[in-house]
């Protein structure tokens, strides 16, 4: 791990509330950017990850034993994400869910899940095994998701790929579920 | 979004659409009663929405980076001012645990 890192996490797990707060700033200079893109994937808004960041923030400075005896990035970034971001990703969405079908695990589910086998691993990994999964995809199907990654619209996937937009839906969705098969294999082999 | 009674597939894709543009209480709101049971029920949609998730944070996360985050810094710090002054202030058990910016996202949703 990093050593300002390093430093700031044993600022931050202090009992001193003042030296906990002032060993604030080295710790989010040093852990906004990785904390900020997991929320990311999320939410997808950035004004929503910063509002759930600024308060996960005072959440730890209020409550940081959990982070006693962090010994990497990715174990901080597991627990910060179990014991402190899940908690609030619960409440972005509570009070509209009072006029939604959806149920209130469900919603749970939805917007702060488990930690699934790819959750955890690194933005970098994942760029890599996403690259040699789709590597293996069928041309169109890369197509489709690289048009989606671009921002494209369905309408706009479909004028490409010369076909409908329910055909879009479709190719999509079964993309996506032989991209998670592939990615689970990849990652069981790392 | 404005189908109804749409397919498992169509439901996805829709969640990875307002995923990626940043909406989805919108998505959230389109669902109906149906829709929203065979969500609970299809372990295909489950399966799907961790990829959905994936390729969100890898295509489009950077985005989210603020290019200056000594604003950002200050604002938990002023979080943290108000937590503190809040605790001097009420003892323990009457404090109440929800924060104002918890209370401003909420007014915007």
Request: aromatic share 8%.
């Amino acid at each position: 791990m990093d050593k300002r890192l390093r430093n700031a996490l044993t600022g931050l797990t202090a009992k001193d509330a003042e030296r906990r707060r002032r060993a604030m700033e080295p710790f989010v200079r040093a852990t906004f950017g990785m904390f900020i893109k997991y929320l990311y994937r999320y939410l997808g808004n950035e004004v929503e990850c910063e509002d759930v960041l600024e308060d996960v923030y005072a959440d730890i400075w209020e409550k940081p034993e959990r982070l006693r005896n962090i010994t990497s990035e990715k174990q901080l970034l597991k627990t910060v994400y179990l014991y402190y971001m899940r908690n609030r990703l619960r409440e972005v969405y509570r009070r509209i869910n009072r006029n939604l079908y959806l149920s209130q695990n469900s919603l749970k589910d939805l917007i702060a899940p488990e930690i699934g086998a790819l959750e955890m691993v690194s933005s970098s990994e994942l760029q890599d095994i996403l690259s040699q999964a789709m590597g293996k995809l069928k041309a169109r199907e890369r197509r489709a998701i690289e048009l989606w990654m671009e921002g494209a619209s369905n309408r706009a996937i479909a004028n490409e790929l010369k076909t409908t937009v329910g055909a879009v839906k479709m190719l999509e969705f079964r993309t996506i579920l032989k991209l998670r098969k592939m990615l689970c294999y990849y990652n069981r082999e790392d | 979004m404005s189908d109804r009674n749409r397919e498992i597939h169509e439901l996805l894709v829709d969640y990875a659409d307002a995923l990626r543009d940043g909406c989805i209480p919108a998505f959230l709101k389109s669902l109906t009663r149906e829709e929203a049971e065979r969500i609970a029920s299809s372990w295909e949609f489950w399966d799907a929405t961790e990829i959905s998730r994936i390729l969100n944070g890898v295509g489009f996360a950077d985005k989210a980076v603020a290019p200056n985050v000594s604003l950002f810094i200050s604002r938990v710090d002023a979080e943290i001012a108000s937590r503190l002054k809040k605790s001097k202030a009420s003892p323990p058990g009457k404090r109440r645990t929800r924060t104002r910016s918890a209370a401003k996202r909420e007014n915007r949703t």
